[in-house]
């Protein structure tokens, strides 16, 4: 009976050492957890980046505060409550929703979809979209996540160099039709373009009527 009282001692201890470990690597995987969640938080609050969560039919059900500011509204709950179905009506264009869910459909994901969408008060804003749709077992969409930068900066510079592009196309085709030699250089005194009659006349010059060269 002694024997079996202290197998029974010792066995009752390696369990009790061994519940106490399996506690305090629960409570050490708790708190890692819960610093993890806390560390992700802190991303998805500071991001630069909107990012969102939304149905399978594009209805936005979560959002960051970089997403919020950009549909110009000032807390989650008042994006979700004056936009129930804002994957409907966010698009500027009429048939970028229908583009964006075709390509999404067929390829599960998309990537730099850049768009126009319409703010709170109705202006636009270009974004950068990337996506993805999230399936279950069966293969059906269960959501969307996914996140958009704001592109209008840079489309304003694109803008900018498409005008100024064209006034120059404009401009050389103006002095093409003018029977003089013609020849204009910027503020720098850097050759810019010249009608075909100055080639015509002043063919020993002809190395310096290149763009960007020195007068």
């Known amino acids: 009976i002694a024997a079996t009282t202290s197998s029974f001692t010792a066995l009752f201890l390696i369990l009790l050492f061994v519940l106490r470990h399996?506690?305090?690597r629960t409570a050490q995987t708790a708190e890692d957890l819960e610093r993890t969640e806390r560390d992700f938080r802190v991303l998805y609050e500071s991001a630069t980046e909107g990012i969102f969560r939304a149905s399978a039919e594009g209805q936005i059900?979560?959002?960051?505060?970089?997403?919020i500011r950009m549909c110009g509204y000032e807390t989650e709950e008042q994006l979700l409550a004056a936009t129930a179905r804002l994957g409907f009506d966010w698009y500027a264009a009429p048939d970028a929703r229908a583009r964006f869910f075709e390509t999404l459909r067929k390829d599960g994901h998309?990537?730099?979809?850049?768009?126009?969408?319409?703010?709170?008060?109705k202006t636009t804003?270009?974004?950068?979209?990337?996506?993805?749709?999230?399936?279950?077992?069966?293969?059906?969409?269960?959501?969307?996540?996914?996140?958009?930068?704001?592109?209008?900066?840079?489309?304003?510079?694109?803008?900018?160099?498409?005008?100024?592009?064209?006034?120059?196309?404009f401009l050389a085709a103006a002095i093409e039709n003018i029977s003089e030699g013609i020849v204009i250089y910027d503020s720098d005194e850097r050759f810019a373009m010249c009608n075909s009659t100055y080639r015509t006349f002043y063919t020993e010059t002809i190395d310096l009527q290149k763009p960007g060269a020195k007068y």
Do not use: M
């Open 22 to 24: 399996h506690l305090r």
């Open 110 to 121: 998309i990537h730099g979809f850049e768009q126009q969408i319409l703010r709170r008060d």
């Open 125 to 169: 804003l270009w974004v950068s979209e990337n996506a993805r749709a999230v399936k279950d077992s069966a293969g059906n969409v269960q959501f969307i996540e996914g996140t958009i930068v704001d592109i209008t900066d840079r489309k304003k510079a694109e803008d900018a160099v498409r005008a100024e592009r064209q006034a120059e196309r």
């Open 61 to 67: 059900v979560r959002a960051n505060p970089a997403f």
